[in-house]
């Protein structure tokens, strides 16, 4: 269990002393709030839940606000302070606006108010080459490389500015010759980012200047920057945050507002062995609310929804609603648009369906205002409350007033936030419909009555599930470890959708979150799979049955597995632009021998036994010594005669031999096993170096973690001699960094989830060595995202990727200690 700061408590004298002596645990990146799938999944990006907005995993603003008044004193709880987004220079949004620019590069010092060249031409920003990905059409052309100064006139300094930008790609930003921003990335859409402090300083009244420099890197090609401030609409007071605390299925904040101690604990109730429940978009937010002195207070709290939440983009039209429904206050909201599977990608956020709260119909409970400024209004009972029903999404929201009265003892409520997409993915042509509305009759107020219903006895099932989980991880692994499994668990299984196909089978699409936006990745399903194993073999079934169905319907025509199966959440066909051939099929028969062991049974491998033979016989043919190919770490760039790769194909051919065992095909198997053993001594002779094995067959003086050799342990396969993993071990316990193992000699990043695997390949005593610099990066990276599994071992930082379903990985020692049972 992760925590931090000291754990105040709605209990007793006595449970508050027990939490105040809990020990400081693990600060994640950031926190879970509400986690069901890619698109439903509201994140906190930093430690302090009323010190920004709450966000989609993506870092798009999906607002949370809980409000609690206290004795007639308003304090914020959750979310930044209400306020209006004010133009201070307008982006071309508004209108376009005149600049004077460049496409050759002017030399040092042209960001400077004083530098002229009367060389620069006159033009119409925005500037773009009107692609497809670009927020909105260029008024001209672009080449790779843009430089352009615009002037702008202050009347008055602006309080709080920030820069409103889209970029693609690379940018820089000066205000009055100050760097002001910059970013080697891109920003698709338009989003606010911080001003440097020197640059805030820089602005004056009357005359100023913006120089802006985009370079093109690749795909399209868009620059657009303006200036905003914030106008806070409403006075509140920070509630002093004293703890957070995080386990599996609940993060619970604690704060003091007045002489009140309130709890906020939102619970995704993401349980395994219940898979209704697992499938069912419907989160809970508890509030516990107890007198810190003894004496009576009076005590009212809000919480409101944006309509940012169903939509993509902060001005689309949407629409809030009171549902009807007999025992519970209901609210919706969505887009009037309804473009159902309309869009596909990554950095995108779905814009169909509705979003929902839902709590039980009292007195003491109503309905607040729709727009923003009517219930900032309603709450400073000044003026009167719009009553809006339709409006941008940042301008909507969907709330309730709840209104506790004077309490001394612990007095507690909850809401019901939920989300229906209707339809969830298209698979080959054919809208399916998540899984918990397969049966084509359950609606959305049937699903919440159900969560509500359930809410006692899911409230005590998390609780129970997130003890025996951390108790088992810190059994298996230690405390640090099992700090990790409770921040991966509920990311794991957020980055997939439960759906039904048309047979009414279980798929279970990942989606690559921040990654490439691909559906049903092979090499995403691989590190992922340890969880499901472990936990749910259908879940884990539900991973690699759409990539069977692929094969064997005849679309996809190739010896080996494909990639994916399209880019989320469109499921028609594989959309990477290059196979893994060795890759995928060493990934696929692997998992699928990993998930018979687990069951003690082979039925799901026997159905596509003559899938499995083609990807094996592929495996004997180019597996040993693999061409020059990608593997599941691309982004390292292509590689022939990887030896790692090279082990995945023996582990698969190895895997195909223990499915022939368990199906009493005796000659199969014995055939298979003496091959894998055959290319594991060849493989120890080809990629020999020493002390050590090498990174690519050939390369001497290479190396690289072999993390696929964890499928010989865990399915006790037995081809490679244990001298082998000995050897590897030991050399990587010289070449650890102060946050991790490097992936291989190449770069100093790494993969977390490969370490964790690499980890539970070595003795007990050496898990902790390998474990204890990732626990250091998550807890002390100084990028405050979702959890991600590509960073720098000497620095902390993210390199790239958050979010993904990958750090199910985490969860291989766990898998370990129940695969060797059997």
């Known amino acids: 269990m992760i925590s931090l700061g000291l754990l105040s408590s709605c209990g007793s004298g006595a449970d ?13 990146p950031a926190y879970p709030l509400i986690t069901h799938d890619p698109y439903f999944s509201i994140w906190s990006f930093g430690d302090t839940l009323n010190a920004q907005s709450t966000k989609h995993w993506t870092g798009e603003d999906q607002p949370l606000v809980v409000l609690a008044q206290v004795d007639g004193k308003v304090y914020q709880l959750v979310g930044k302070a209400i306020s209006l987004l004010e133009d201070v220079v307008p982006t ?74 889209s970029h693609d790609d690379a940018v820089q930003v000066f205000i009055n010759g100050v760097l002001a921003y910059e970013d080697p990335n891109f920003i698709l859409d338009y989003g606010q980012r911080a001003l440097s402090p020197a640059s805030i300083k820089a602005l004056k009244q009357g005359k100023n200047t913006l120089a802006v420099h985009c370079r093109n890197d690749r795909g399209g090609a868009f620059i657009d920057v303006g200036l905003v401030q914030e106008r806070k609409l409403l006075d509140t007071e920070l509630a002093k945050q004293t703890s957070v605390h995080l386990t599996a299925t609940q993060t619970e904040y ?62 689309q039209e949407v629409k809030a609603a009171i549902e009807d429904h007999d025992q519970l206050l209901v609210q919706s909201v969505g887009t009037t648009s309804q473009q159902i599977l309309g869009k596909k990608g ?43 029903k339709i409006g941008a999404a940042s301008d909507m929201l969907i709330g309730v007033e709840m209104t506790l009265g004077q309490i001394t003892d612990a007095i507690s409520e909850h809401l019901v936030i939920a989300y229906d997409d209707e339809y969830s993915v298209q698979y080959f042509g054919k809208n399916l419909r998540p899984w918990w509305r397969r049966d084509n009759k359950t609606n959305a107020l049937d699903m919440i009555q159900a969560a509500e219903k359930d809410y006692d006895r899911l409230m005590q099932a998390c609780q129970s599930f997130d003890e025996k989980l951390s108790a088992d991880a810190q059994k298996v692994g230690g405390e640090q470890y099992a700090d990790l499994c409770n921040l991966a668990y509920r990311q794991a299984i957020a980055a997939h959708k439960v759906v039904a196909n048309t047979n009414g089978e279980l798929l279970f699409f990942s989606k690559e979150n921040f990654s490439n936006g691909s559906i049903g990745t ?25 990539i069977f169905e692929y094969s064997e319907s005849g679309r996809w025509k190739k010896p080996f597995p494909a990639h994916d199966v399209g880019t989320y959440p469109l499921a028609n066909g594989q959309t990477y632009g290059e196979d893994m051939p060795v890759e995928e099929a060493g990934n696929m028969i692997t998992l699928t021998a990993a998930i018979a062991l687990r069951d003690g049974n082979t039925n799901f491998a026997e159905k596509h036994w003559e899938t499995l033979t083609t990807w094996t016989e592929f495996l004997k043919k180019e597996g040993l010594d693999p061409a020059n190919q990608l593997c599941t770490d691309d982004f390292a760039g292509h590689l022939a005669r990887n030896a790692n790769l090279s082990v995945k194909a023996i582990m698969g051919i190895a895997s195909y031999a223990k499915l022939a065992e368990m199906l009493k095909k005796e000659d199969v198997a014995k055939k298979h096993f003496e091959l894998a053993k055959q290319m594991a001594a060849q493989w120890m002779k080809l990629a ?40 590897e071990i030991a050399y990587y316990k010289t070449k650890q960094q102060t946050y991790g193992l490097p992936l291989d000699s190449r770069k100093t990043y790494t993969k977390s989830d490969w370490i964790l695997w690499t980890a539970t390949l070595a003795d007990d005593t050496d898990f902790e060595t390998f474990v204890s610099p990732v626990w250091k990066f998550v807890n002390e990276t100084p990028d405050r995202i979702p959890l991600s599994d590509w960073h720098e071992t000497t620095d902390g930082k993210s390199v790239g990727f958050r979010a993904r379903s990958v750090v199910g990985g985490y969860f291989v020692k766990m898998l370990e200690k129940e695969m060797l049972k059997k």
């Not at 508050?16 to 994640?28: C, D, F, I, T, V």
């Not at 843009?146 to 930008?165: A, G, V």
């Not at 507002?257 to 697992?278: C, K, N, R, W, Y």
């Open 522 to 546: 092979v090499d995403v399903t691989y590190p992922s799979a340890p969880l499901f194993i472990l936990y749910n073999t259908e879940l884990a079934k539900g991973l690699l049955r759409f």
């Open 92 to 165: 071309a949004q508004k209108k376009p606006y005149e600049v004077h620019y460049t496409y050759a590069n002017p030399g040092t010092g042209w960001e400077a108010t004083d530098f002229v060249n009367q060389s620069w031409e006159a033009g119409t920003a925005p500037f773009g080459d009107n692609s497809v990905d670009n927020p909105m059409k260029a008024a001209s052309r672009y080449d790779k490389e843009i430089w352009y100064k615009r002037e702008f006139t202050l009347d008055k300094l602006p309080n709080d500015p920030k820069l409103l930008i």
């Open 346 to 388: 990554d950095n995108v956020r779905i814009d169909w369906g509705k979003a929902y709260i839902a709590t039980t119909k009292k007195a003491s409970i109503k309905s607040t205002p729709n727009s923003l400024q009517g219930f900032v209004a309603d709450i400073a009972k000044k003026g009167a409350s719009s009553e809006a």
């Open 254 to 315: 604690s704060f003091d507002a007045g002489g009140v101690a309130i709890d906020l604990t939102f619970t995704s109730p993401l349980l395994m062995d219940q898979l209704e429940v697992l499938a069912r978009p419907a989160s809970y937010l508890t509030f516990k609310s107890v007198s810190k002195d003894g004496k009576a207070h009076d005590v009212k709290i809000w919480f409101a929804l944006s309509g940012k939440v169903s939509a993509d983009k902060a001005k």
């Open 688 to 727: 020999d170096n020493g002390n050590h094995y090498t990174l690519a067959f050939g390369q001497k003086d290479t190396w690289s973690q072999k993390y696929n050799l964890i499928w010989d342990k865990l399915l006790k396969l037995d081809i490679f001699p244990k001298e082998v993993v000995e050897k």
């Open 16 to 28: 508050k002393q027990a939490s105040a002596e809990k020990k400081q645990g693990l600060r994640a």
